[in-house]
């Protein structure tokens, strides 16, 4: 995907059943290469939804996704990655969600590199049941901050690479690592 432009759909990018969607500048030449996602009427549920061992990568474009969300919280959001599923967001930026930023459950996994997530009334990266997210260290900052709570996750769920993030205050998080691993032998 590039270039374009989706307005008030309740769920916007919908990845399921091992699929995968890219989000990156596949025509150099062209001149409009952000995929936006925009909810002014408030009738979105979630951004992006990648489910049952699925991906999206968000490389040479940007993916921007605003207002996102129901205000009663839960997993609706800017993106909800579950069931076994990855992102790699190398370019997201989520502002100003109703709900949560970005949730990663059941057993799925999120990679952060100079990504944005800012102003989401609930959490902004939520990780929960066996899952993981890490910031990656060898590309800009990842900036996490003025959310409801920055950081979330459950005690079976982790956090790692939080060195190479701005922002963050709000933590409710007892799973962080400050590099991308453990220490190792």
Not at 6 to 34: E, H, L, Y
Not at 90 to 103: A, C, D, E, Y
Not at 105 to 130: P, R
Not at 144 to 157: A, H, K
């Amino acid at each position: 995907m590039q270039g374009m432009t989706i307005r008030d759909m309740q769920q916007s990018i919908n990845v399921g059943s091992s699929g995968s969607v890219d989000v990156s500048n596949f025509d150099p030449t062209a001149k409009g290469i952000d995929v936006i996602i925009d909810n002014p009427s408030g009738t979105n549920y979630n951004g992006a939804v990648v489910n049952d061992s699925s991906s999206l990568n968000v490389t040479s474009a940007k993916l921007r996704i605003t207002n996102a969300g129901q205000p009663w919280g839960g997993d609706t959001g800017a993106v909800l990655v579950s069931n076994g599923s990855t992102l790699y967001a190398g370019n997201l930026i989520v502002s100003g969600s109703q709900s949560q930023g970005v949730v990663v459950s059941n057993n799925s996994h999120a990679e952060f590199s100079g990504s944005s997530i800012t102003g989401s009334a609930h959490g902004g990266l939520v990780v929960v049941n066996l899952s993981s997210a890490t910031a990656d260290s060898n590309n800009p900052l990842t900036v996490i901050g003025s959310n409801g709570t920055d950081l979330f996750c459950d005690s079976r769920s982790q956090i790692a690479g939080t060195l190479n993030m701005a922002s963050v205050s709000v933590v409710n998080c007892n799973n962080l690592l400050p590099f991308i691993y453990q220490n190792l032998p």
